[in-house]
């Protein structure tokens, strides 16, 4: 309509490998892991992403993933 492509950057493409931020988890040592790895499922609502972690076998829900 306004001749602009549409931005595109916020989205992951499903089924890739992703990491997710741990915001809850006391840091109490430096070199403890401040991320869990996961695959992208797809999305919920805007910028919340679903990923699947297969270590704890749950789905969980964050808007911060890389």
């Known amino acids: 309509v306004h001749h602009q492509k ?3 950057s916020q989205y992951r493409t499903v089924g890739s ?3 997710v931020l ?3 988890r006391p840091r109490l040592k430096k ?3 401040k991320s869990l790895e ?12 679903r990923v699947w972690i ?3 076998n749950r ?7 890389l």
């Open 6 to 8: 549409p931005d595109l």
């Open 17 to 19: 490998k992703c990491y």
């Open 22 to 24: 741990i915001h809850n």
């Open 31 to 33: 070199l403890r892991a």
């Open 38 to 49: 996961g695959w992208l499922t797809g999305m919920s609502a805007s910028n919340i992403y």
């Open 54 to 56: 297969p270590r704890a």
């Open 59 to 65: 789905i969980i829900l964050s808007r911060n993933v």
